[in-house]
């Protein structure tokens, strides 16, 4: 499966983006897909995964409250949407498609190329 991450850009502190992540390939439906991101100097993180159902999602801490993932399997996309940004939210966002307990160490199989996130304070 190969996926395309987009949706990125510069917003001020307290704005939205919503980030998508579509997939080609017949069996996306049958992947988790995760959400990380990368700030400059920091880890890889996992921020949101959702299951291949749609039935199931995970959060980090920090996004809870914020940040819905979802996905439309019909459209092979999977979707992002932030809510009240915060600058600590900038970083370089990347999707991931696998098993979600692949995602806890970042060893999913498939990546996305990354897409900018900057928020402004």
């Known amino acids: 499966v190969q996926l395309q991450a987009s949706g990125g850009g510069l917003v001020q502190a307290g704005g939205s983006l919503r980030l998508s992540c579509a997939a080609s390939?017949?069996?996306?439906?049958?992947?988790?897909i995760g959400w990380f991101r990368q700030a400059p100097g920091k880890e890889r993180e996992l921020v949101a995964f959702?299951?291949?159902?749609?039935?199931?999602?995970y959060y980090v801490d920090s996004v809870k409250g914020r940040f819905t993932i979802s996905r439309d399997n019909a459209k092979n996309t999977v979707y992002l949407q932030m809510n009240s940004l915060k600058p600590e939210d900038t970083a370089v966002y990347y999707c991931?498609?696998?098993?979600?307990?692949?995602?806890?160490?970042?060893?999913?199989?498939?990546w996305g190329q990354g897409t900018q996130v900057t928020v402004s304070s």
């Open positions: 390939g017949r069996t996306f439906s049958s992947y988790d």
């Open positions: 959702i299951r291949w159902s749609g039935g199931s999602t």
């Open positions: 991931a498609a696998g098993r979600y307990y692949s995602f806890y160490s970042s060893t999913a199989g498939y």
